[in-house]
């Protein structure tokens, strides 16, 4: 952080929820934003996809008592109806549901996010977007005949109109995937869910719809939300995160993907929230009818994944992680 003084700003959080895995996770997103942030200036919303033609199965929460406690904790659920992708592919969600929101500045958050320290702490400049630099070089790939990565990223940006020189990141070497403009789609911000989902939404499926010829042998899925989302990022004048913006993958907001890999690899304080809001007594009634809390928090399998890493020496892939968790039987998702 520079050093004048925090400023608290308002704004909007979104995170998609659905029944199953994702409406758990939305309990403890809910409940760590309350016991960090108890005056949270904006307001929680849970944007739930509803049953239609692309979502031939119901998404939405079925279980009363889930939709109360997430109420209590002062969550608004948001429908909204997908248009375009759905349940063959459900990271659209977050790409839709940018529509439902309040035309306000907002911060999209993965619901497999804990809150863990004071929102005043982060820097937000929402007229300049941003993402999380909490990735690996999932996309694009090398083919071995095929166009470089630099060659493949440039077809994007000339398909949109966009400048490709000046989103390098120079201090990487030519063609590494960290020289190109890539984030993990876990949190973003904006000034306007209006705006930025609409372009969102464009950009992705003229990419699904028409993809550059260079992109041919290259997978769009799951990926597709990712390879769209630097393209509108850089378009509303955005880039890479800068050190204000350090709190969030950082001592405020951990995006922790499965609770499986919060022990075996986040810091005591992460584990330290999860455990103070999933021990109160009303979340705890009904987090143990999902089983990756039930063994990884209320039956201490998390510290047993805990002693088998060193969080100072982790393995660099989180495969390798994953490896592990699985051969000793400790990978719940």
Not at 14 to 24: D, F, I, K
Not at 90 to 99: C, D, F, S, T, V
Not at 113 to 119: M, S
């Amino acid at each position: 952080m520079t050093e004048h003084s925090p400023v608290r700003q308002a704004f909007n959080i979104l995170a998609v929820v659905q029944s199953g895995r994702l409406q758990y996770e939305a309990l403890l997103l809910a409940a760590s934003l309350r016991a960090t942030n108890p005056d949270f200036a904006g307001k929680l919303y849970l944007a739930e996809p509803q049953q239609n033609r692309l979502w031939p199965r119901n998404p939405a929460i079925t279980d009363a008592t889930v939709r109360a406690m997430l109420a209590d904790l002062g969550a608004e659920i948001l429908p909204f109806e997908a248009q375009h992708f759905g349940q063959a592919y459900p990271h659209g969600n977050k790409i839709e549901a940018l529509a439902a929101l309040p035309d306000a500045p907002f911060l999209f958050l993965d619901t497999d996010t804990l809150i863990t320290g004071d929102f005043a702490q982060v820097g937000f400049d929402f007229a300049k977007p941003s993402a999380s630099m909490r990735r690996e070089g999932t996309w694009p790939q090398q083919e071995l005949y095929g166009p470089d990565l630099a060659t493949v990223w440039k077809s994007l940006y000339d398909k949109f109109g966009l400048s490709f020189d000046d989103t390098l990141d120079l201090t990487q070497p030519q063609n590494y995937w960290q020289r190109f403009l890539y984030f993990n789609a876990g949190w973003f911000f904006h000034a306007s869910p209006k705006a930025f989902g609409a372009r969102f939404l464009d950009y992705a499926r003229a990419i699904r719809d028409d993809r550059p010829e260079a992109l041919v042998c290259q997978e769009l899925y799951p990926w597709l939300d990712q390879i769209a989302l630097p393209l509108v990022i850089h378009s509303f004048g955005g880039g890479r995160p800068g050190p204000d913006l350090a709190g969030l993958d950082g001592d405020v907001t951990c995006h922790y993907r499965s609770l499986p890999l919060l022990y075996a690899r986040e810091s005591d304080r992460v584990v330290a929230v999860l455990e103070e809001v999933a021990g109160r007594k009303e979340l705890r009634r009904i987090l143990r009818d999902h089983e990756p809390a039930k063994l990884m928090i209320y039956q201490n399998r998390g510290r047993k994944v805990r002693a088998l890493f060193d969080r100072s020496d982790l393995p660099r892939r989180e495969q390798a992680i994953r490896f592990v968790l699985k051969r000793e039987g400790l990978w719940l998702r």
